[in-house]
Nanobody, 114 residues
Framework: QVQLVESGGGLVQPGGSLRLSCAAS????????MSWYRQAPGKERELVAT???????NYADSVKGRFTISRDNAKNTMRLQMNSLEPEDTAVYYC????????WGQGTQVTVSS
């Protein structure tokens, strides 16, 4: 079955950086589009970035120029490099695999605060 495990969250000061990772298993990783979503307290879940199996990317306007999504199909891993972090980026970040339906990881907390 599809399994997605996020790591790399934590507490960072405004202007800092974090890198999230997602380890995927249970499906042919290279064939499927992967995404990062986030959900802040009291807010709806938001699509942050998407990457196709071939490596084409899309970003939410709120993170363009600051976040970079990438994948390593040989290692079944997806990453999200987050730079110039802002308090508004505070949320639980989820790894999502679009394998027929969306499969979700358990999430990793990112807190941006001084």
């Amino acid at each position: 079955q599809v399994q997605l495990v996020e790591s790399g969250g934590g507490l960072v000061q405004p202007g800092g950086s974090l890198r999230l990772s997602c380890a995927a298993s249970g499906f042919t990783f290279s064939r499927y589009t992967m995404s990062w979503y986030r959900q802040a307290p009291g807010k709806e879940r938001e699509l942050v970035a998407t990457i196709t199996g071939a490596g084409s990317t899309n970003y939410a306007d709120s993170v363009k120029g600051r976040f970079t999504i990438s994948r390593d199909n040989a290692k079944n891993t997806m990453r999200l490099q987050m730079n110039s972090l802002e308090p508004e980026d505070t949320a639980v970040y989820y790894c999502v695999a679009n394998v027929g339906i969306n499969h979700w990881g358990q999430g990793t907390q990112v807190t941006v605060s001084s």
